[in-house]
C-alpha cells in the first residue's frame, strides 16, 4: 500500500481534490466548515485511542467524519472493482458495492504487523438514481455526459440518492468469522427545479465542481442552485449522512463486544433490520 492511499487525519485539515472528469488536472481546493467540539461518547471515547479507518477518498465524507473528532482516523480507499451490474437495483447495487468495499479494506488490513488491526472499518457507497430513465448514475465520465445527466435530472423532476454505509469491527471473542458487520441505506429525493436554463446547467457544468460527484452535483456547494428542495437527509445526498453513520458505529461496536453474550448467529451478518 502507498503512502498516498493512506492518510491519518488527527488534526489536520481535509483536502478536496481537483475537480476533474480525469481527476489529475487542477489545485486543490481547501472546502471546509467549523469543526464543532468532539461528540463526548463512550463509545467515540474508546475509538479515539485506537485505529478507525474510513474506507473511502471522498473528501465530502474525510469532511464528516473529521466532526467526531476521531484523532487516529486514517483513510484507506478500497480498491476493489466497482464492477457489480446494475440490473441488481439501486438498493441492492449500492448496498453490495459499500460492502464490498469494506470487505477489501478488511482483508488488506486485519493482519496489519505495523498499525495493528484496524477497530472499526466504515465504508459507504452513494448513487443518484433518475427515477424517469430508471437509471443508475454515479460520476460524469465527460463534459457532454455532465450536461446530458443535469438536463436529465431537471426534466426528470424528482430523483432518489442512495447511500450505504458497511461498518465492520473485530470480534472480541475472535470466534469465525472474525468481524462483526452492520449495514444500513440512506434515501433522500431530490427535486431540481424544471425552471433552471441549458444556459446556467452549462455554466455549473463548466465550474467542474459536480465533475467527481455521484449524479454530477454538489448540493453542499454551487449545486444548491439546481435544486428546488430535498425530502430526508441533506449530509446523505453528500454521501455520509452523520446520524446513520453514528447509531451504525454503536451498533456494530456492541455486537463486536461479544464475549460470550451472543449466538453466533447475531456475529458476522449484515443488520437486516437496518434497512
Not at 438498493?91 to 464490498?100: I, M, R
Request: aromatic share 4%; glycine share 8%.
Amino acid at each position: 500500500m502507498s503512502d498516498s492511499k493512506t492518510h491519518l487525519l488527527g488534526n489536520e485539515d481535509p483536502i478536496d481534490p481537483p475537480p476533474a472528469y480525469d481527476s489529475t488536472t487542477g489545485k486543490p481546493m481547501r472546502g471546509l466548515l467549523p469543526r464543532p467540539p468532539p461528540l463526548s461518547l463512550p463509545y467515540l471515547n474508546d475509538l479515539r485511542t485506537k485505529r478507525v479507518i474510513l474506507a473511502s477518498q471522498s473528501p465530502r465524507r474525510r469532511q464528516i467524519m473529521s466532526y467526531l473528532g476521531l484523532p487516529n482516523l486514517e483513510i484507506i480507499p478500497s480498491n476493489a472493482e466497482e464492477d457489480l451490474p446494475k440490473s441488481l437495483g439501486p438498493f441492492e447495487y449500492v448496498l453490495a458495492t459499500a460492502t464490498k468495499k469494506a470487505q477489501a479494506v478488511y482483508a488488506q488490513e486485519a493482519d496489519n504487523e505495523e498499525r495493528g488491526e484496524p477497530a472499526l472499518i466504515l465504508a459507504a457507497d452513494t448513487i443518484v438514481v433518475d427515477l424517469q430513465a430508471g437509471a443508475i448514475l454515479e460520476k460524469p465520465r465527460s463534459e457532454a455526459h455532465h450536461l446530458a445527466m443535469l438536463r436529465g435530472l431537471r426534466d426528470a423532476g424528482t430523483h432518489k440518492v442512495f447511500t450505504a454505509l458497511v461498518a465492520m469491527a473485530p470480534l472480541a471473542s475472535a470466534r469465525v468469522p472474525g468481524y462483526a458487520i452492520e449495514t444500513v441505506v440512506e434515501e433522500t429525493d431530490v427535486r431540481f427545479d424544471p425552471e433552471v436554463s441549458d444556459e446556467l446547467i452549462t455554466a455549473y457544468v463548466r465550474t467542474r465542481e459536480g465533475a467527481d460527484k455521484a449524479g454530477g452535483y454538489g448540493l453542499q456547494g454551487l449545486g444548491s442552485i439546481l435544486v428546488e428542495k430535498i425530502d430526508g437527509s441533506y449530509d446523505n445526498v453528500i454521501g455520509m449522512p452523520l446520524k446513520a453513520t453514528l447509531k451504525l458505529i454503536e451498533k456494530v461496536l456492541a455486537k463486536a463486544d461479544d464475549e460470550g453474550s451472543l449466538p453466533d448467529d447475531m456475529v458476522g451478518s449484515e443488520g437486516e433490520d437496518d434497512m
